[in-house]
């Protein structure tokens, strides 16, 4: 039944063409070019709007209402900077040294470090406590110890390892001597006029020689009865050393 109605409603369309064109080339009226033209749009516009199986070009938009209303999901885009792939290099900074980036400390020996010539070698001897140093003999300079407390003097042989003699003087020396006793219990050295005090040393050593030199502190008399290790930190600009003496 609709295909039946489909034909009726394009008998109009082929009567007119007919009524236009007609059975003999001499029945063909004369038109002009426009109205060819509109003759033709006239005749396609009908042909498909009576034509059920045509679609129209135009979209009917109330269909799509409800998806053109909602934003569009954005696209995952990806971190920003480099992305790990197999062939990128990998530092690693967990272990310790140079990795870390920070220099190892230079270490100065004690020679160094007090600015000592070429050849003369600094050995600890031994520590003693008494009242006064020295304790013997006739001499022009002594210390004295503070009352209820012990001079604790460090004795270093200093000796002359080369084939000339060598001449120490250490009077205008910068250098600090700070010694420690039992981790915690620290004391500067004193600078004193003795002819033999390390800190403003002045002597030649022959070659293949020694003398004595010696660090003095003042401690208390409980400190100078328990006395379990010794060691010596020397500092001169920026070099210093440590040194573990007992």
């Known amino acids: 039944m609709k295909k039946k109605t489909r034909n009726w409603k394009l008998l109009p369309a082929a009567f007119l063409i007919l009524a236009l064109t007609g059975c003999a080339e001499n029945q063909i009226p004369d038109l002009t070019a426009d109205q060819e033209k509109a003759v033709g749009e006239y005749v396609a516009l009908t042909l498909m709007r009576y034509d059920a199986g045509h679609r129209s070009r135009l979209m009917d938009l109330s269909l799509y209402q409800d998806e053109l209303t909602q934003p569009a999901t954005p696209e995952p885009q990806e971190p920003s900077g480099m992305r790990p792939v197999d062939d990128t290099p990998v530092i690693d900074n967990s272990g310790t040294g140079t990795g870390t980036g920070q220099q190892p400390a230079i270490q100065y020996s004690m020679e160094q470090v007090i600015g000592l010539p070429e050849g003369i070698r600094i050995v600890f001897m031994g520590e003693k406590f008494c009242d006064y ?114």
């Open 133 to 246: 140093y020295p304790d013997e003999g006739e001499l022009f300079f002594s210390v004295n110890a503070t009352p209820g407390k012990k001079l604790m003097v460090l004795s270093f042989a200093v000796s002359n390892t080369s084939e000339q003699d060598q001449t120490l003087d250490l009077l205008m020396s910068d250098v600090q001597y700070r010694v420690t006793l039992n981790g915690d219990y620290t004391r500067r050295a004193y600078i004193t006029s003795l002819e033999n005090d390390l800190t403003t040393y002045m002597n030649t050593i022959p070659a293949g020689g020694a003398a004595e030199a010696v660090l003095i502190i003042e401690v208390s008399q409980e400190m100078a009865d328990s006395v379990e290790s010794i060691s010596l930190s020397v500092k001169g600009g920026e070099m210093e050393h440590t040194s573990v003496l007992r």
